[in-house]
């Protein structure tokens, strides 16, 4: 069965939010009888009660879809997952912390069918969380929004809609939930939109992640940016670096050389060649110049006889 509507939710340790979250869920889409819709929970190895939770509503709801891993794989991973499960046209993600308002959905998915849009990402305008959040926030968007050339003001907001076409197209991996946008963005999907969105205070329980995520955070930037460019061309990225720095050492030798044959030719003061530093600076850069073109080269063989396979364990589907 295909739906108009697939909603994808991570959980974790939320089993006080899933209940209220559901019934809003559904008293938001029975207004809108002609979507059907679907609700996948993904339990990201929970430690609480929450697969209990899911799998009770999944009985006291007919759309309600739960999917259990053996352990904590992270928000990523439970996205790829509830990708790949999903069935609908239009497919929104959301966090299961009732911090996102279902109230959205229905305006999201009309600006993803009628206005053409590949991604809606939310925005945070208003946020309920404290400082030592929303100015490390600020300055990580800045930073995403120059590298990837893409204007969102909130790219981490979990509220989210894509084309059905994206999700089943692009690779979620690591902690590259993020950067969903710019990876869609690099796959070919450049119609990316940006809707205000109404930020919740948290209701219950706490928040997940602390000030790590942004240092994670720009370090997965810099990776989805090198492998987005030259995941399938690393010889491209090493093999420049690798020649440049070739040509630089054998320009150094050449300017040493020639300067010694030079003061020999005109008796002047010879200086050993060994004695002097630019020789060594020289050396290293030969050196190195070599080992970026075999990293490239190697970076090539790996990548056309390696393709990259994404499995995370599913415990239990209800």
Not at 5 to 20: G, H, T
Request: hydrophobic residues 40%; charged residues 25%; neutral net charge.
């Amino acid at each position: 069965m295909s739906y108009a509507i697939s909603l994808v939710i991570p959980v974790f340790n939320e089993e006080e939010s899933l209940p209220e979250l559901t019934k809003w869920i559904h008293d938001v889409m029975l207004q809108h009888p002609m979507w059907a819709f679907e609700i996948i929970m993904v339990d990201d190895g929970s430690r609480d009660d929450s697969w209990d939770i899911i799998n009770k509503l999944s009985k006291d709801y007919v759309s309600v879809r739960g999917i259990k891993f053996a352990r904590n794989y992270g928000k990523s991973a439970a996205l790829h997952t509830g990708f790949n499960a999903a069935k609908g046209d239009v497919v929104i993600t959301m966090d299961a912390d009732m911090q996102d308002s279902p109230d959205e959905i229905p305006a999201l998915y009309k600006m993803i069918t009628e206005e053409g849009y590949d991604i809606v990402s939310g925005w945070k305008k208003k946020r309920h969380d404290p400082i030592g959040k929303t100015i490390p926030s600020k300055f990580f968007n800045y930073v995403t929004r120059k590298i990837s050339g893409i204007k969102l003001h909130d790219f981490n907001c979990g509220l989210k809609a894509y084309k059905r076409k994206v999700v089943k197209n692009i690779e979620v991996y690591g902690e590259m939930h993020r950067y969903i946008p710019v990876i869609a963005k690099w796959s070919g999907f450049t119609n990316i939109g940006e809707k205000v969105v109404q930020h919740k205070a948290r209701k219950y329980g706490e928040t997940k992640y602390g000030l790590e995520r942004f240092l994670f955070g720009f370090l997965d930037l810099l990776s989805i940016t090198f492998v987005s460019k030259f995941k399938k061309s690393p010889m491209h990225f090493f093999g420049a670096l690798g020649t440049l720095s070739f040509i630089f050492g054998s320009l150094v030798t050449g300017y040493v050389v020639g300067k010694k044959f030079y003061e020999i030719h005109n008796n002047m003061p010879v200086r050993e060649i060994v004695d002097q530093p630019l020789f060594f600076l020289a050396l290293v850069a030969l050196i190195i110049g070599v080992q970026l073109f075999l990293a490239g080269f190697i970076g090539e063989m790996i990548t056309m006889n390696s393709p990259k396979k994404l499995d995370y364990i599913v415990e239990e589907e209800v």
